[in-house]
Each structure stands twice: as C-alpha cells, then as structure tokens.
C-alpha cells in the first residue's frame, strides 16, 4: 500500500482541502477572547458570514460546535412541543433535522421523494396548506445524496404560508447560490469545514429578525442553555461592534481561520466562486460520464456543484473507494441509508481548481480499470478538461 503523504488529496464533502493562510490563521499564537486582535477578528467573520450569505438585516452567530450544532440551534430555538414543521427531505440530513425536530416535541410532516430525487414543488405546497407548519426545513445540498434542492422557489412557498424557513447550508453556503434576505430564508446554518473553506469545528448561522422575534415569543425558555440564541445574541452584537462579552469561551483559532477563510472567499467574490463551482463540477460530470458512470441525482438540474454522487458501474464495489485512496485521492463512500453501498462520493468546494479535477479524475479512471471496469481514464481526464476549458 502506498504510503500515505501529507500532498495527498481530500476531496471528500468536507472536511476539505484548506489554503495555506487559512492554516496560518489555525496556527497563530491562541490569544485571550478579549484580545484585541481576535476581537477584530471575531467581527470581521460575523460581517463576512452576513455578506456571503446575502443575509442583510439578519443577526449572525459564530458559535463552537459542528454543523449538527447548527441543526440543533436552528431547531431548539424555534420548534416548541406541539409546533408543526414540513420538511422537505432529499436524504440522511433531511432525517437527521426531522429527527431534531422531534426530540424538540415538535410534529413532522415529511415531503419525501426516491433518493437521488426531490420531492416536486406541488407535493410541497400542499403540505404546507394541510398542516400550516410553523417552520419549513429544506436541505440546500443534502450530502447523502448530492442532489440540490430549489430554495429560492420552496423558500417563496414557506413564505406564502407562513412558515419560518429553515435552510440546512452546511453543504451549500459559499459555493451554491443562497440568498438569505431575498428569498425569505429565516434561519441559514452551516459549518466551518465545507465551502467554507475552514477546518471543522464551527456552527454558523444567520437569523431573521421575524426568527428572532418567534423565539422571543416562546412559551418556554430553551432547554439547552448552550443552544440559546438568547445567550449569544448580546455576544456576537458586541463582537460586532467592536467590544468582547463572554457567555462562553469562543473557539479563537478557529475563529480567526474562519476570518481568514472568509477574507479569500470575499476577496473571490461570491459571483465568480459559485461560477467557479458551476464550471468545476460540470468538468467532474464531463469526467466521470466519460468514464461511463452514472450520477445518482435524478435529472442534471438536481446536482449540486459542491458534490458529486456517482453509482457504481456493474462488476465494481466499495472497495473502489480504498484503490483511489492508494492512487492518493481521498473520495468518501454512500451515506444514504437504501443504497450506501451503491455510490460513492467526491467532493468539489472551496478552492477546488483545474489539477484537482485532473488529479481525481485520473485516479478514479485508474481504479476503476484495475477493478476491471473497461474505460479510458485518459480520454476522461480529456473529457474533463475539454469541459473546464469550454
Ligand atoms: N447537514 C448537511 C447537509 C451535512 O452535509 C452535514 C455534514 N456532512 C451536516 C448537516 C452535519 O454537519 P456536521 O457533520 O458538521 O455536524
């Protein structure tokens, strides 16, 4: 087996391949939360999540913890015992919130379609005039699947009906379009690891004032005290606006990688970074069907651009997964449930380029023919590359 090396590639759906600063940011000296430096720093992250979110008029809040925190915020501060909530479910993290909700005491009526498919606008609307939820939840891009749900049109329905929507992001926000404020999203959320382009270990989210006001309105404090947005509302205001407060000890590394990371993501501008995802993806897609594999999203326009979900050819398995790894790729195998073991995954986000394209590309192309599956791993890096270049 080859030696692993650290010039390996990650091309997993998170944790991604990170830029050097981003690592320097990581490695600095920790200093105090009330320092100075990471004040500053803790304030241009919030500002920087606003605005690659599109989220003007929205509070943001940077938070220690996973993206599941992120879920967990989302779902604790807004669903009270009895409340009703639609969810859009497209695969495993679709579940994974319907799951929350419940343990909330929340009541979940589920829109579902085959995996790989997304349940139809219609099927969406009457569920949401049959139940009148309080709270809409759509999955951006559920990882499990690959598959990219329309928010801008759900989110309008969600609106249309009264619901405070909820937009899982973790794998969308900074490489798929979301528009926070323009299409009525209520509640964003995400973590640091993915298109964010920073490593694990931050929630994100970004909360309408109509959010804000509905968790005002609650008949009962939040459980968790450490998942309350009444507790971190004063501290990312201060942050903000220049001065520290504690509630609890913010993850100051991690913070600054993350301001680090939103710095390049800004200085790329949002434009240009979804059309680079856009064409990266559509480059992997050229690839792989060269290659002579199937996406598992149901049509084109379902594919995210931060992930591709590709099945299996006939004679090849799971193993494939470990031959890549030994050709110094690292891709991710099936998530979902019904068919993990059919499908593999790679990752395509954050500073994601051409070599990486090439590179897993070939690697890909190479184990699947030594696992015996006839193709051309050449012609498909040619296939690919023809498509980052049209
Ligand atoms: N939602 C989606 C769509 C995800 O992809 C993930 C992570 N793969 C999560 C939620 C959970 O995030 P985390 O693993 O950071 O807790």
Redesign the pocket.
Known sequence: MTPMTERDLLMI??PIELEPAVLRALAQKTTSHVDARFIAAFGRALAGLRQVAHADGAQPFIIA???????EMAVQNLVEPGDAAVVVNT????D??AAMVERAGGVVTHVTAAPGDAPSEAEVEAALVKVKPKVLTI??????TGVLAPVARLAALGKKHGALVVV?????LGAEELRVTEWGVDVA??????ALGAP?GL?VLTVSPAALAAHAARKRPVASMYADFHEWLPIMKAYESGAPSYFATPAVNLVAALDASLAILLAEGMTARLARHRRVAGAFRAGFTALGLTPLPARPELAAHTLSAIRYPAGVDAALVGRVRELGVTVAGG?HPALKAQYFRVGHMGSVGPADVVATVAAIGRALAAAGHKCDPGGAVAEATRALDA
Not at 65 to 71: D, E, P, Q
Not at 91 to 94: A, D, I, M
Not at 139 to 144: A, I, N
Not at 189 to 194: I, L, R
């Open positions: 759906p998170g913890g996973s993206g599941t925190l992120a879920m695969g495993y993290f679709s994974r919130i999955t951006h891009v559920d990882t499990s899982d992001g973790v794998c969308s959320f995400s973590g640091s690891q993915k694990p929630a998530l």
